[in-house]
Every structure is written in C-alpha cells, then in structure tokens.
C-alpha cells in the first residue's frame, strides 16, 4: 500500500447509508418509512430522502416537523432534498421532512389526543408510549447512523422567535458546527431531556437546533437564510468544496454569561406592540402596552435595559403572567454592532412587517 504525502489524508470510502435498507453511494432516494400505526391499524410512515454522495464522507441530517406545526424548517428540508444531488458530495445528506406525522396532520404542536411532546420523547424505546416509539424508529434508523445534525423548530403557536441556534458552545465540536451554520445569534444551552438535541449529542453525533420565526407558516426569509447555513454546513464537513461562511457575529452566550428575561403581563387585558421595525430596544423604551376592555387602565412593559428581542407575543390578548416578549441584554459592544448594520440597511432580515420581523 503506497503511503500518502504528508498531510493529505485518504479520502473516505463511499459506503451504503444503512437504516433498514440500503441506498448506494451516488444515489437519491424518496422513502416512506413506517414508525407507527393509526388507530385504524395503518401505517403512519414518515418522509424521508436519502442523498448518498458518489464520494465518501460524513453524514449530515437534517430534522423538521417534530412539533408538527412549526414549518419553515420542513420546507428548508424540502428544498435540500431537491437542491442537492450525489454527484459531486463527499458523503451523505439525509432529509427527515416531518417527524411528527400525526401532529403534523393535526397542524399542532404535539401528538393529538395525548398531548405527547416528540421532543421529549427520544431516543424511546419499543416500550414507550406512541410517540416514544416514532421517536426510537426514528432515532435508530435514520439518526443513529449520522455523525452531525440539525433540528430545524419555530417559536409555538402564538409567539415568534428571531432567527437564531441553541447549541451547547463549551462543546467543541458543536460549537463548530454552530459557527458552520453562521446564525447572527446564538444561545447557550445543553438542551432539554429527550429532545433531539441532547439526546442525539450525548450518542456522539454533535447536534444544533435552529430555531425560526413562527409556526403555521413559511416565512421565505428566514428559509433562505437556514439554506445558506445548510450549505456553509456541508462545506465546513467537507460535503461539498464551497467555503463555509464564518460566524457573522453580534451575539453568542455561555452558560452564566447573560440575562434574558421573558417580560410578562401583570394584569389582563389587550396587548399593543410598540418596539420595532427592529428586534433591538434601549433602556427605558416601551416594548407594548396592556389596556383594559374600556381602555381606562393601561399598563406600559418598559425595556429594563438595552436588548434584543429574541421572541414576542403575536396573539394580542394576556392574562397576568402570560409572556410578552423575551429579551436579551445586549453588552454597549454588541448593541454598537448591530446599530451600525441598522444604518446600513444590513439588518434587514430582522425587520418587523407588521407585527413579526422577516416574512419576506
Ligand atoms: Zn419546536
């Protein structure tokens, strides 16, 4: 065997991707994968696309819909399995477009009935409940088999979230794979017990959650911008021979580093929105307002220091202690930063229209 020059490594071997089948390298492939059944005994079957590169490589995948009314993620997943194709890949792309099947056809969060969270419920076992058993399906034949992933979510009903990653950043090589996916923000966090997350990244197989916007639509924005991290993604891991774009910065947080703070309502009542067209608000600067039916008792929610607004409320009714908005406090460093952008029109993407930023 002839010994390689010294610092070039062998490529990788092009091999299978195994779940229950196979699909060869240099092969796309549509699957309905069985994970449960209905009550009328047939099978709920998830969609899944298997991209196996004609070159060897790692393998990345790519998670919707399990909360089964957050959407711009499935529609991200939609057009990777379209967009990428084996020839040219090093390595293998594998596209779960809804995960919670049975939400997913409900359109709400959780699985009908039961009220059971997906994201709580992995990896799940064949003894699980229902969802629990989806989720071990699901984990063990298209997961498990994956050195890296992404798990794209929204806010829940009612909110929305400013575009940003959770990822666990005193993990080196999470950390990587969220500067990869080159998010403006970034949240500290190790995840929750049996979410995706956490379960999939203790296994070994470093995994972020992106987090965008709001559930029940496509917000084309924000499905652009996690396209592009998709692709900077690929590149960093050496799946395509792109560059990978580099963390574009104003914010990452550890694990004690920052305040954020959900702002709620103390009495009950309509809520007005004031801050915006920008999620950035100063000291002092009323975020909305909460009036009385007869518009006789208003109270004002204030800014209590200089922040980003990483979510807000869209449904414009609260009772005491229903959150308004969630803020994060900005160092002078950061909130500079991002002022510079606003004036030069680089800011845009967070742009409020209406009352939610980035619709496109
Ligand atoms: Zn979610």
């Known amino acids: ?98 995960c919670n099947v049975p939400a997913y056809e409900a359109q709400q969060r959780y699985t009908p009935i039961y009220d059971q969270d997906m994201n709580r419920s992995f990896p799940g076992g064949e003894r699980s409940n229902t969802t629990g058993r989806m989720a071990n399906e699901i984990y063990r034949r298209f997961v498990a088999p994956c050195d890296i992933g992404l798990d794209f979510h929204t806010s829940t009903r009612n909110r929305t979230t400013i575009y940003h990653a959770r990822a666990d950043l005193e993990n080196t090589a999470i950390e990587r794979l969220a500067r990869a996916f080159a998010t403006n923000v970034v949240l500290y966090g190790t995840g929750d017990a049996g979410s995706l997350r956490s379960v999939a990244t203790a296994d070994g197989i470093p995994t972020v959650t992106v987090e965008m916007g709001r559930a029940h639509r496509f917000q084309p924005v924000l499905v652009e911008k996690a396209l592009e991290g998709v692709e900077s993604v690929l590149a960093e891991y050496g799946l395509l021979p792109t560059e990978p774009v580099h963390w574009p910065g104003w914010f990452e947080s550890t694990a004690a580093d920052t305040t954020k703070r959900w702002l709620r309502a103390d009495a009950g009542g309509l809520v007005e929105m004031e801050w915006g067209p920008y999620p950035l608000v100063h000291e002092g600067e009323t975020i909305c307002t909460v009036t009385n039916h007869f518009k006789t008792e208003e109270h004002v929610v204030d800014a209590p220091f200089d922040g980003l607004i990483l979510g807000a409320l869209e449904n414009p009714v609260a009772a005491p202690g229903h959150p308004l908005c969630h803020l994060m406090e900005l160092d002078r460093e950061t909130r500079e930063e991002i002022e510079r952008e606003i004036a030069r029109g680089e800011f845009d993407g967070y742009r409020a229209h209406g009352d939610v930023w980035a619709d496109g």
């Open 1 to 98: 065997m002839e010994s390689d020059p010294p610092g070039v490594t062998e490529p990788e071997p092009a091999e299978p991707f195994r779940y229950d089948a196979e699909v060869d390298p240099g092969e796309k492939r549509h699957i309905r994968y069985e994970v449960g059944e209905s009550y009328l005994g047939d099978p709920v079957q998830i969609p899944v696309t298997v991209i196996n590169g004609e070159h060897g490589g790692k393998t990345l995948f790519l998670s919707a819909g399990i909360h089964g009314d957050e959407l711009n993620g499935v529609k991200v997943v939609q057009e990777v399995a379209e967009r990428y194709d084996p020839e040219g890949l090093h390595g293998t792309i594998v596209c779960l477009h809804v």
